[in-house]
């Protein structure tokens, strides 16, 4: 019964196995390897269009770099309050742009919404020197309250901000559980909806370190200014091609997708019984995580039966199932519900 | 005959298998799992003593990381001009520091000499606003060229360096090879002759991509501020467990010093070859690394046959053996030189 | 009839004298003059208490010095979102820290209010790496909407952020209007309420360029980094003598709170004949700032007769008065408020 | 006797006049102001070109903004080994530029050496992510020993830098002393030799604190750029009028060349006087300063004697001349040379 992260689960069997069979003979280093390759190949595919790469084996690191390729230490970068780049990761923007700001929106389910969005936009001046400007819009699908925009709102948002002048990062750590519960190709949901550059999760969804910066279109020519601070920031492993090998059993034969699928199934299956116990959703259930506003007294009951699952800053509970949930889990856990 | 670099080598299978076994049911992300603790105990008995520790997937990301918890933004790094962190890590310590200056000295086989570090650390204020005092010395064993520092000459340096107030970090990332050369314990090579941080490298010697910082002594009081800047650096993968693996397996039953023997033995006959046709050696062959001048002539012999090696700065080539080096390889080479 | 701002004022007489009779014979460099000596005295002496100084040519400057001596990288400055380090400043914090962040609070005419600040400090927590926490609470003297905190209010507020382990910041730029205004003593308003660190403005009354850094009890012993951090800044001038010149002059015979009376009661006399012609206050005039919401086309009127003042975002017009405001002035543009 | 350094000496009163004169009503702050305007006029009379400027009180402060306007933080900036952007800001270039590094020359009375330019920059690969390149050179003219490039030899180091792809910076702090010495006029020794950004000093040759950041040419599309930079480093304070106040009084009618020939001549004055009495001039003297080899005994005896100046690095000593130096101060300290 351990719904506590999508990061508490193990790696899928297929891509430690892709690891151990990258393991043959020597390779370049720095990704030039054959893997690093192909893996770029499995997303050009996935994501049906040219594009560039790099592999990083943290979500932090992934976001950290993207945005710092697109803000200069003396910019802003616009996002929710509740964003993983403002809560959880101890300033590493900051860091890596030389001392960039975050400017923090509000909104429900931890969206960035419109007039929100407009009224700042409005407000934002690049040549007036004492003020610090926005040069990114930084948007997270799915957002940190488990709901999902559909590209047609990422496109409105992106919008927007391309005709103030900013560029559009998606932190994807977990994408997939957000397409599969839209419908959405990974195309239509970024640079159709016009994404600059993604940050693609693997690691919640099955691989044992590895997210993909991706670059689209026009920022493609930053690929040299992102390698750059990506050897400066020690994200440069010599042995590139197990993070290469990752990525390509992850992509292969839509696994990625399946494992998004399964995960997602679980929180439905989940959500279903934590309500009908009484339990309200705090926000909408359109990916693998469940927040809800608990009955009295269970979720200590919960704990005391072993379960693990995290109180939230809005009073509510979250609930995280992965791709290894299993579904005597579940069964388990709505057991103790009674 | 690829004697390109030791980073070109795949990970040694028991690696990968402690990965694939690490790789069952939920654990605590961040560093929080077993395989992380069994690493640090299995270090703690490697070293005999005890210590903290961080992994990380690159010797820049380790180096770096152990730098700048050492030296503030406003200090300098005292290291060899041709040290790997001035050369071959784009800024990293510079990044990681806020800033800091490196301080170089030059030296033969890139080992910093005596007489040159006291003259350096006599003309050092603290206390003086203007310039830019030194807070630390980083040294390397094997050096850059392939020479290995005796415990006593680690014990020298470091006996000077803190002496002026300075701490000692030594960039290990092939430890293992000095270590299996000149026949001294993990122990006397580093905290007993004085080092404060030492970045082990385990990458370069079978690893997947996992390096050690290590704190030892007083040192250990900055676990903490170590583990911000590695969380804000983006080097706090969520899935520790598989650098943990990684560490664990690499120093279980001696392996570690049997794979660098292994590429030391590999280094000492394919010295024994080039010398032989008439290659002077540049630098002692202190580990798995050859510096030679070759023969006129014989670098593009060998480079037309397929091998694969290094021009060095100082008009020398680089060959690098590694765990992975097959004796065939090295014959085959030798059979170039005729 | 300018009103724009209280730093478009020339510098008072007596500044400019001082510096011209600072200005015979060699003298030491870099702060190690008599007159800098003498400021701190002066200091010392208007505060009733051992200090120690450093003197800038801006607020901004001053600011952020101070901030960085007391917040490390990855740590963040709670203040109000209103308040000039967040607004106006460029991102100097986020600079001159090393990537700190600013933790924002609202509330009424730029006051930080007890419950929030409560709430915030209750939900920090130091130990825990994946959040960035507070480690200083800054406060400004005048508000950005030039309301005054007395004494007492500044002692609760800097009380509970010691309490949670923060140092006390305090943006004086205005801090002699608030003195007269209030009748506090500067050290009832300082360091008897709990400021480690005040950053105290002359410019805006009546210095050509000089506020000074000033150090009170334990923080006494960050001098040596805040005097590091100011060389590395640029901000150790050699002739500081100039300086030092112009804060003696400053509080010689009380003439900075003379000047700061003068201009709070222009700034009286202004909001009453702002007020009287049908203008509200939008924010309570405690010195030398006015903010009223005017009647409709009233400021398209004054600005057609010659009067310089801002709309501020609140929608209402900011006006500000210095030492040098002359009553013509004012009597000028409420002869056009009829 | 004090020869301890040109910024020991006073301001000249024409400066300081020019000071009170500028103070007379409201003018608009952060440089909007006629005098910072009239500022630039004169600088492009005196440079014969268009050009745009940013006033700043310190050598470092413009030292380090210029450098960081032209380098990136994971780039180099190649100097002298004994450059005051090396040795005496505190890492201030490190500090602005965000990380970059300093990438050392050594060569006679601290100037930089055709051959050893070429070599390095031969080395210079911008393509190689693992390398730091070099993306200024930075000269200095009077250079740290006192010594003059004239215009052809800066015009063929910057014509390397150039045909690299470098951005060449002059550090002119002294550059008044050096055009008098050389009979160079302005033009000649920056913009037509190559330069592409001017740290002009006026503080050692009579300024209160100010120095100008000149942009010629291309690098003129960096203002705003470089504003950004001032802004956020707390060198935009409001009251800029005197800045430009010092900058026009300093260039009318050319006091800033008289000054300069003034102490110029009193160097070679003193420099006869000191090899007359049996020292060696260790360098050239070029512009104000004097570095000789004394006979023995002599240091001791002069520094008894009252005289004030600084042993240096290379065994010698410094004697520096200002504006203000008095012919018999130069026979007095003769008059113990006996």
């Known amino acids: 019964m351990n719904f506590s992260s999508d990061t508490a689960a193990p790696a899928h069997p297929a891509i430690l196995e892709a690891m151990l069979a990258a393991s043959k003979g020597p390779a370049p280093s720095y990704g030039a390897d054959p893997w690093t390759a192909a893996a770029q190949k499995s997303l050009r595919d996935a994501f049906e269009t ?7 084996p943290s979500g932090t690191a992934a976001n950290a770099l993207a945005l710092a390729t697109l803000c200069p230490p003396h910019g802003a970068i616009l996002c929710h309050d ?3 780049i403002e809560r959880d990761e101890r300033g590493a ?16 389910h931890a969206r960035i919404e419109l007039p929100a969005l407009k009224r700042k936009l409005d407000a934002n001046r690049h040549d007036f020197v004492h003020e610090t400007p926005v040069h990114v819009l930084s ?8 709901a999902a925009y559909r590209p047609f709102e990422i496109a409105e948002r992106a919008a927007l901000a ?16 957000a397409l599969v519960s839209t419908g959405a190709s990974p195309a239509e949901m970024t640079w159709r909806a016009g994404v600059d550059v993604l940050c693609f999760g693997a690691t919640k969804n099955g691989a044992v370190g590895c997210e993909a910066i991706i670059l689209f279109g026009a920022a493609r020519q930053r690929l040299m200014d992102l390698k750059v601070r990506v050897k400066r920031a020690g994200h440069m492993p010599p042995k590139m091609r197990f993070l290469g090998a990752q990525m390509g059993a992850y992509l292969k034969d839509g696994l990625w997708l399946d494992l998004a699928r399964r995960a997602n199934t679980s929180a439905t299956r989940l959500a279903d019984a934590l309500t009908r ?3 309200e959703l705090a926000h909408p259930c359109d990916g693998n995580e469940v927040f809800v506003h608990l009955p009295e007294g269970i979720a200590d009951k919960l704990a005391k039966a072993g379960a693990t699952f995290y ?22 856990l709505a057991g103790h519900l009674g």
């Not at 923007?93 to 429900?108: I, N, Q, V």
């Not at 948007?139 to 488990?146: H, I, Q």
């Not at 939230?312 to 992965?322: E, L, M």
Request: proline share 4%.
């Open 139 to 146: 948007l997270s699908n799915l957002t940190e309250c488990g």
């Open 82 to 84: 509740e964003a993983h």
């Open 277 to 279: 116990a009484g339990a």
């Open 162 to 177: 391309h005709a103030a002048g900013l560029a559009v990062h998606l932190d994807g750590a977990r994408l997939a559980n």
């Open 50 to 56: 040219d594009l560039d790469i790099w592999l990083v």
């Open 93 to 108: 923007p900051e860091f890596f742009t030389g001392g960039a700001k975050l400017s923090l929106l509000s909104g429900k």
């Open 311 to 332: 109180p939230w800053i809005d009073g509510s509970h979250r609930f995280v199932c992965s791709w290894a949930t299993e579904p005597h889990e579940i069964d388990a």
